[in-house]
């Protein structure tokens, strides 16, 4: 059987408004990966990096490295949950046992099968894939802030209490699940187990904003603009002319586009 590893042809990430990237992303073996650090609502622990979001996902990057080494061709919640508990051991000796204000991140994940791919996503991540057949799927788990609603988006106040209450009952059942410290998040993912596939885009929500605000048509049109450096670099760029024009904050916007190669074991 071939095994097979992936390769970039796009990797960017650029920051947002808040001007700490956040974002990160990378690939070691039959593993790739977008980390999207959750802006820090709780107050922060002060971890060693410009921001508690940007030390986290820095070192999800690292360790999800350690973990794809170790995995080889894996089921993706297997490597993810591996590189979970190193950062749970990690966490213990700079953060004792708290968990709600330790930092977090959104997360897409893509895992090379023996005979296809396997994508990952926890909460507001995106992968786009493009099958040897043509045909596309476009994989994401659910919005992070979508369960305190939008009714009361008039109150600011309010709607401020309900995102902190939303992000304390994270990784708890019936909530939303994100990368933390709990390895049992892995098996709370969405996982989608496709064919083999010609090309797999994954980005984080900042990117994806490309998709909502029409700057390009829809999934396809994204893997089109992320196909080659230049028109994902003026996809972007259109984006953010975009957002500055409505007054939208910016957030961090990552791509890593990648194909497979093959080598026989």
């Given at each position: 059987?071939?095994?097979?590893?992936w390769?970039?042809?796009?990797?960017?990430?650029?920051?947002?408004?808040?001007?700490v990237?956040?974002?990160?992303?990378g690939?070691?073996?039959?593993?790739?990966?977008?980390?999207?650090?959750?802006?820090?609502?709780?107050?922060?622990?002060?971890?060693?990096?410009?921001?508690?979001p940007?030390?986290?996902?820095?070192?999800?990057?690292?360790?999800?490295?350690d973990?794809?080494?170790?995995?080889?061709?894996?089921?993706?919640?297997?490597?993810?949950?591996?590189?979970?508990?190193?950062?749970?051991?990690?966490?213990?000796?700079?953060?004792g046992?708290?968990?709600?204000?330790?930092?977090?991140?959104?997360?897409?994940?893509a895992?090379?099968?023996?005979?296809g791919?396997?994508?990952?996503?926890?909460?507001d991540?995106?992968?786009?894939?493009?099958?040897?057949?043509?045909?596309?799927v476009?994989?994401?788990?659910?919005?992070?802030?979508i369960?305190?609603?939008?009714?009361?988006?008039?109150?600011?106040v309010?709607?401020?209490?309900l995102?902190?209450?939303?992000r304390e009952?994270?990784?708890?059942?019936?909530?939303?699940?994100?990368?933390?410290?709990?390895?049992?998040?892995?098996?709370?993912a969405?996982?989608?187990?496709?064919?083999?596939?010609?090309?797999?885009?994954?980005?984080?929500?900042?990117?994806?904003?490309?998709?909502?605000?029409?700057?390009?048509?829809?999934?396809g049109?994204?893997?089109a603009?992320?196909?080659?450096?230049?028109?994902?670099?003026?996809?972007?760029?259109?984006?953010?002319?975009?957002?500055?024009?409505?007054?939208?904050?910016?957030?961090?916007a990552?791509?890593?586009?990648?194909?497979?190669?093959?080598?026989d074991?």
């Amino acid at each position: 059987m071939a095994a097979g590893s992936w390769k970039h042809s796009v990797r960017i990430s650029t920051e947002g408004d808040g001007h700490v990237q956040e974002d990160t992303c990378g690939y070691a073996g039959a593993t790739a990966w977008v980390i999207d650090g959750a802006s820090a609502l709780l107050p922060q622990l002060g971890l060693p990096g410009p921001s508690d979001p940007a030390w986290y996902a820095r070192n999800l990057d690292l360790l999800l490295t350690d973990a794809a080494v170790a995995a080889g061709v894996a089921p993706a919640p297997q490597v993810l949950a591996d590189a979970l508990t190193r950062m749970d051991q990690l966490a213990r000796t700079l953060a004792g046992e708290e968990r709600i204000r330790f930092p977090s991140a959104a997360l897409c994940l893509a895992q090379l099968t023996g005979d296809g791919v396997e994508i990952l996503t926890l909460a507001d991540c995106h992968a786009v894939v493009e099958l040897e057949d043509g045909s596309l799927v476009h994989v994401t788990h659910e919005p992070a802030d979508i369960r305190i609603g939008t009714e009361l988006s008039a109150d600011p106040v309010r709607e401020r209490e309900l995102r902190v209450l939303d992000r304390e009952l994270r990784n708890t059942p019936g909530r939303l699940w994100v990368a933390r410290r709990e390895a049992e998040a892995a098996y709370q993912a969405r996982t989608v187990r496709l064919g083999p596939a010609r090309r797999v885009v994954l980005a984080s929500d900042g990117a994806w904003r490309a998709v909502d605000l029409g700057v390009v048509d829809g999934p396809g049109g994204f893997l089109a603009a992320a196909g080659s450096a230049v028109p994902a670099q003026e996809m972007l760029l259109a984006l953010r002319t975009l957002q500055s024009e409505l007054d939208e904050s910016a957030d961090d916007a990552t791509i890593l586009t990648l194909e497979r190669t093959f080598h026989d074991r």
